[in-house]
Structures are given as C-alpha cells and as structure tokens.
C-alpha cells in the first residue's frame, strides 16, 4: 500500500503530459470533472490506473488545485514548456518540435 494516500485532488490530472490520452503538459484532461474526479474512471488508459500517489503529492499541496498545478509544474521546471502549450494551442509534443524548428514524424 503506498504510504502517501491520495486525496483526489486532481493535479495528476491537469499537470503531466500523458501520451496515452493526447493530454498536453498543463491543461486538464477532457476526462477530469468538476469535482476533480475522473469522468472515465471505469476506461481510464492503465497509465492513470498505475499512478500512485507519491511524496510529491503532499509537496505540491495547495488550496486549489490551479495552485497545485502550478507547484507541479515548477517542482519540474516546465512552467515555461506548459505555458507555450496553454499560448499555442498545440498538444505538448507539437509544441516540442514547434520550439525547435521541426517537423515531427508524422505531423
Ligand atoms: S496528485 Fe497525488 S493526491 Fe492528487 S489526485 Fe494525483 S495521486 Fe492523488
Ligand atoms: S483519464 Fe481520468 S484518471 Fe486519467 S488523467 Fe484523465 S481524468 Fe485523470
């Protein structure tokens, strides 16, 4: 059992990238409800159902959860990363190549 418990605050769901959902660095999974619970529990992709709660959880504890975003993403030094994603519109990996100049494979 993980020693840190979860408290479904929902930043897991709105910092990370998560490749298996599209879900860009910093914006809300299209799956996260108001309350911060998943909508899609039952069909979540198992890169959500292996996500344990961890010391980072409580270090990034914060009355709202833009705030726990936020210390995330600073705890990560993506800050800058998420915001040209939130600017440009693009998924996080199109906003990747976009800051270097390249094309991904693909695209
Ligand atoms: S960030 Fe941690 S405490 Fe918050 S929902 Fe995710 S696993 Fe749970
Ligand atoms: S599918 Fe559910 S558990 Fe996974 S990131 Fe989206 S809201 Fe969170």
Do not use: N, W
């Not at 996260?32 to 529990?41: I, N, R």
């Not at 993506?78 to 190549?97: K, M, T, W």
Request: aromatic share 6%; charged share 25%.
């Amino acid at each position: 059992m993980s020693a840190v418990e979860c408290t479904k605050c929902g930043a897991c769901c709105v910092a990370p990238d998560i490749a298996a959902l599209d879900k860009p660095l910093g914006l809300a999974c299209p799956h996260l409800g108001p309350d911060a619970l998943c909508t899609a529990y039952e069909a979540r992709p198992q890169v959500c159902r292996d996500y344990q709660a961890d010391d980072l959880c409580e270090h990034i504890a914060a009355p709202t959860l833009e705030g726990r975003v936020a210390k995330y993403l600073a705890h990560f030094e993506l800050a800058d990363e998420a915001e040209d994603v939130r600017r440009s519109g693009l998924s996080s990996r199109a906003a990747f190549f976009a800051r270097r100049g390249v094309t991904p494979r693909g695209a």
